[in-house]
T-cell receptor, first 113, second 115 residues
Framework: EDQVTQSPEALRLQEGESSSLNCSYTVSGLRGLFWYRQDPGKGPEFLFT???AGEEKEKERLKATLTKKESFLHITAPKPEDSATYLCAVQAVYGGSQGNLIFGKGTKLSVKP | GAVVSQHPSWVICKSGTSVKIECRSL??????MFWYRQFPKQSLMLMATSNEGSKATYEQGVEKDKFLINHASLTLSTLTVTSAHPEDSSFYICSARDSHFSEQYFGPGTRLTVT
């Protein structure tokens, strides 16, 4: 069964304290892995798509990496405005014609000034 | 990035009435649109997938007669919650993509409260 597990569930950091969020996945065949940011009461905001092991993408203080079993979202010198829930999702090659996303439960990040 | 809008952003209705939520892709043509439901402190739960001009495909456990989905054009999908009850109160989010293998973009969500 295709599955996505994110850890930790919650992470509290001081401003400037770098850390990483983990997304472990099992999927019959990976089409793509997606990272989203979700603020309270809002829809998810697209961050990155990763397609193959070894791929990396960066955006401001965020860097996403991918291996054959997991993805990391590295946050360098975070600021309070980075506080949000970060969602990981995978799209399976063999997930039917719709290619639906399979979401993890998310990591809630809090950055204190 | 691509923009998806939803209307209304929040709605309060009385038990037994129907509510329609609109989802629009503003700057691209959405061949596929998705409707999700999210409970507090939980992740997104896919309700149904719709392709333009076709009937929606509902996930197991989602009542198709209660949650009516119409994807009449490449930029508009609607979700109608019929005969709403308090247990239907939730955060409903739509998303859209322009091809099978492209990124999926989400709307801002609609908060439905049924009294």
């Amino acid at each position: 069964e295709d599955q996505v597990t994110q850890s930790p569930e919650a992470l509290r950091l001081q401003e400037g304290e770098s850390s990483s969020l983990n997304c472990s996945y099992t999927v019959s065949g990976l089409r793509g892995l997606f990272w989203y940011r979700q603020d309270p009461g809002k829809g998810p905001e697209f961050l990155f798509t990763l397609y193959s092991a070894g791929e990396e993408k960066e955006k401001e203080r965020l860097k996403a990496t991918l291996t054959k079993k997991e993805s990391f979202l590295h946050i360098t010198a975070p600021k309070p405005e980075d506080s949000a829930t970060y969602l990981c999702a995978v799209q399976a090659v063999y997930g039917g014609s719709q290619g639906n996303l399979i979401f993890g439960k998310g990591t809630k990040l809090s950055v204190k000034p | 990035g691509a923009v998806v809008s939803q209307h209304p952003s929040w709605v309060i209705c009385k038990s037994g009435t129907s509510v329609k939520i609109e989802c629009r892709s503003l700057d691209f043509q959405a061949t596929t649109m998705f409707w999700y439901r999210q409970f507090p402190k939980q992740s997104l739960m896919l309700m149904a997938t719709s392709n333009e001009g076709s009937k929606a495909t509902y996930e197991q456990g989602v009542e198709k007669d209660k949650f009516l989905i119409n994807h009449a054009s490449l930029t508009l999908s609607t979700l109608t919650v019929t005969s709403a009850h308090p247990e239907d109160s939730s955060f409903y989010i739509c998303s859209a993509r322009d091809s099978h293998f492209s990124e999926q973009y989400f709307g801002p969500g609609t908060r439905l409260t049924v009294t």
